[in-house]
């Protein structure tokens, strides 16, 4: 039967998780394979198919800050998601003024944030020409796939 991982170990592998803004890693040395996943809080370890599965207990949930209240389900139809898993950066650079600010204008293409992606800048263009109603997604934020990152209408 494989040696169950520690304590230690999936405690290194939850603070790795948090320090990074990733929503998960996977690690697998011999027979056993550790999972620790932000979006169900659970950390697993994964025996063969013929072993049976350890889980330990779930990790206590934090609150993302929030940077504005969530769209409301009208809002959705003018909603810019996040393509990707990353950070959010309103400005082009630190202590530079940010791409856009509610209220604004905004022409189809040009580009209202950045999301870090593996240490790749990612400019996220306007979908559509439109106002700029709301911005969700605060500075420096890590955000998900298919998040609401703006509001254009």
């Known amino acids: ?3 169950l ?3 230690k170990t999936i405690k290194e592998l939850a603070d790795l998780l948090a320090d990074t803004g ?3 890693i996977e690690v697998e040395t011999g027979e056993v394979r ?3 996943a932000r979006q169900s809080a659970a950390v697993n370890a994964v025996m063969p198919a013929a072993a049976p599965v350890a889980m330990a ?5 934090t609150p993302a800050p929030a940077a504005a209240e969530a769209p409301a389900a009208s809002d959705l139809a003018g909603a810019l998601k996040s393509p990707m898993v990353g950070t959010a950066y309103l400005s082009p650079e630190p ?3 940010n791409f856009v600010k509610v209220g604004d204008t905004v022409s189809q293409g040009q580009t209202l944030l950045i999301v870090e992606a593996m240490k790749t800048m990612n400019p996220i263009a306007a979908t559509k020409a439109g ?3 709301q911005i969700i997604v605060g ?3 890590p955000v998900e796939f298919d998040e609401v990152l703006m509001i254009i209408e």
């Open 139 to 141: 500075n420096e934020q």
């Open 22 to 24: 990733l929503s998960e």
């Open 1 to 3: 039967m494989a040696k």
């Open 57 to 61: 207990a779930p990790a206590p949930a």
């Open 34 to 36: 550790i999972r620790v």
């Open 131 to 133: 106002k700029i109603t």
């Open 5 to 7: 991982p520690d304590k």
């Open 95 to 97: 202590g530079a003024a």
